[in-house]
């Protein structure tokens, strides 16, 4: 999650969450929190539609699940404790729909292979049909111009 997203959710602004996190680095390797490079951060604003009038002087920094857990221990208040206990439902939502969709997945393999020998004649033929060129539809019975001809 992205600083000034957790700062709103928390009801602090992004330059008092960051200043927060600086007074205590050590709580924060690489693999909790990570400044977010112009290209990312170019990339990130373009797919949410910011403008560039106003906004950041600083690159964004980006929270980890982990990170965000740590934020409750820098930002020791009511709210921030009950945000932390919202987002990690949230990862822990997150994390039970990917293992769900991984074992239909992998259910969806299995029948694959088991039934890939009686269906290859099939999947031969839909392949083939994908991999085949369009051809132009010719409409008979009316000339280039549209009318009859």
């Known amino acids: ?3 000034s997203d957790l700062a709103r959710l928390y009801g602090v602004e992004a ?11 050590n709580r924060f390797p690489p693999d909790f929190m990570f400044q977010l490079t112009r290209m990312e951060f170019r990339d990130l ?29 820098v ?5 921030a404790i009950d945000v932390n206990i919202r987002i990690m439902r949230a990862f822990t939502k997150i994390r039970e729909w990917l293992a769900t969709h991984q074992d239909l997945q992998e ?3 299995k029948l694959e292979r088991k039934f890939d020998r009686k269906f290859s004649i099939v999947f031969h033929a839909i392949q083939q049909l994908l991999e085949a060129p ?8 009316f000339g280039e111009d549209g009318g009859k001809g």
């Open 45 to 73: 604003r373009c797919q949410i539609g910011t403008s560039r009038w106003g906004g950041r002087r600083f690159l964004p920094y980006a929270f980890t699940e982990n990170g965000v857990a740590m934020l409750s221990s």
């Open 1 to 3: 999650m992205i600083d």
């Open 15 to 25: 330059k008092n969450l960051n200043k927060a996190v600086k007074r205590n680095k």
């Open 134 to 141: 369009e051809r132009p539809i010719r409409v008979r019975g």
């Open 107 to 109: 259910k969806l393999r």
């Open 75 to 79: 930002l020791n208040s009511a709210r």
